[in-house]
């Protein structure tokens, strides 16, 4: 059935973020900025109460729910704003909401909650419609 106005989904895309998921992810992309491996640097130089996770590291997550649900074909168009920080512990949940169905694409709003319901990432995504 085609994706239509008011359709959502739900999924969790990480249980309890840990330090070995921030650093697995900074190898894998490349962006070792200390303040997401360095504990120090993140307290005492950067005044950060820790360490945190890369917000693409967010967004990667919340991709791969919206392409679990459409597929990896029917994604046109994704992008995210990062609101709130993601600390070691958190669980994040993304939330998708389709908001228009046009000319075959279906826009989707994109929300990603930490486990306080507190929105981390918030975005938009373009789909086809006839995806799911």
Same mark, same amino acid.
């Given at each position: ?6 359709? =959502? ?5 990480? @249980? ?6 921030? $650093? ?15 504990? /120090?640097? &993140?307290?005492?130089? +950067?005044? %950060? ?22 597929? /990896?074909?029917?994604?046109?168009? %994704? ?13 994040? =949940? ?6 228009? /169905? @046009? ?9 990603? $909650?930490?486990?306080?319901? @507190? ?5 938009? &995504? /373009? +789909? ?5």
């Amino acid at each position: 059935m085609p994706l239509q106005v008011g359709d =959502t989904r739900e999924q969790v895309v990480i @249980e309890k973020i840990n330090r070995t998921h921030i $650093v697995k992810y900074a190898g894998a992309s490349g962006d070792f900025n200390p303040i997401h491996h360095d504990e /120090v640097f &993140a307290k005492e130089v +950067a005044g %950060y109460p820790s360490v945190f996770a890369h917000g693409m590291l967010s967004m990667g997550l919340t991709g791969r729910a919206l392409t679990d649900w459409l597929g /990896v074909m029917a994604l046109k168009r %994704y992008g995210v704003r990062f609101t709130r920080q993601v600390w070691p512990g958190d669980t994040l =949940t993304a939330k998708f909401e389709v908001t228009k /169905v @046009e000319d075959g694409l279906a826009t989707i709003k994109v929300v990603t $909650v930490n486990q306080n319901g @507190e929105t981390v990432i918030e975005g938009e &995504a /373009v +789909a086809k419609a006839d995806a799911v």
